[in-house]
């Protein structure tokens, strides 16, 4: 997921002009920007589904997440999955499968449009029976994506409950680290997350950059700047090592990499 930079009050302005606009990664996401007009939506908002009991079987939507990956990794455009998995949810509104498919797709698309349609998120909301994991899973992947101030921290809650019932899924892991990152208390939580997640897969190169994601924000607000800037430097090096030579998010990398660098190199913290 790609997760952006969040303000801090007294920040310099020539700190940002410099890498406020620059995205952090992980689970393959770039910044995102809801396309909600009046913010997030309803359906996004913590209620009944936070706290309900899975009960049913998710096998089902777990295999039509695996197939949309299987496109990609196939050599699909992520974004033309997207445009047709819109045009049949659409065609068949009251087909649920359909409608989690097209919010499947937009979350993994999201890289390319740089947003999340909030739509898609409504539309599985409506028909969501509320006893699928599968489908609290990918609600509160999107509800972290589009709630990127922070304004319904309950999620935790959904994203802690997801962990709980299956402690190594990365993706789940992942949004909640990005969640937890958006809030100066809680960065300290979502270090020690994303460490762990370094630790359960140290080649994998996503997982470098969600915790190259919480240094830099670590270093927005430290007094140990130096430390953590050397520490974003070294795991943004260790995702370009790994990550393949088309990652969409390389080029971002090797900007931050080269901007931590300048800044160490000159002596300003």
């Not at 990365?170 to 100066?184: A, E, K, T």
């Amino acid at each position: 997921m790609r997760v952006c930079l969040f303000l801090y009050r007294g920040m310099k302005a020539t700190l940002w002009l410099s890498i406020l606009t620059i995205t952090m990664a992980y689970a393959g996401h770039a910044q995102l920007n809801s396309k909600y007009p009046m913010g997030i939506p309803p359906a996004v908002k913590p209620g009944a589904w936070v706290a309900q009991a899975w009960t049913a079987s998710d096998a089902r939507f777990l295999q039509m997440e695996e197939n949309i990956r299987k496109q990609i990794r196939a050599g699909s455009s992520p974004q033309a999955i997207l445009v047709a998995e819109r045009k049949n949810a659409q065609e068949h509104p009251l087909d649920f499968a359909a409608q989690f498919r097209w919010l499947f797709a937009t979350t993994q698309a999201a890289g390319e449009s740089d947003n999340i349609d909030y739509r898609a998120v409504e539309a599985v909301a409506r028909q969501d029976p509320g006893n699928i994991r599968a489908v609290a899973r990918i609600r509160f992947a999107a509800g972290v994506l589009l709630d990127q101030n922070r304004s319904h921290p309950d999620l935790d809650r959904v994203g802690e409950r997801l962990l709980q019932t299956d402690p190594r899924d990365r993706w789940v892991r992942g949004h909640l680290i990005y969640d937890l990152s958006n809030s100066p208390a809680s960065l300290p939580k979502a270090e020690v997350m994303a460490q762990a997640l370094v630790a359960q897969e140290p080649n994998d190169a996503e997982a470098h950059s969600a915790l190259a994601s919480v240094y830099q924000n670590l270093w927005a607000v430290s007094r140990h700047r130096r430390i953590y800037a050397e520490k974003t430097i070294a795991e943004y090096k260790e995702f370009l090592r790994l990550a393949p030579p088309d990652d969409p998010f390389r080029h971002d990398a090797e900007y931050l990499v080269k901007g931590f660098t300048k800044r160490l190199s000159s002596s300003i913290p």
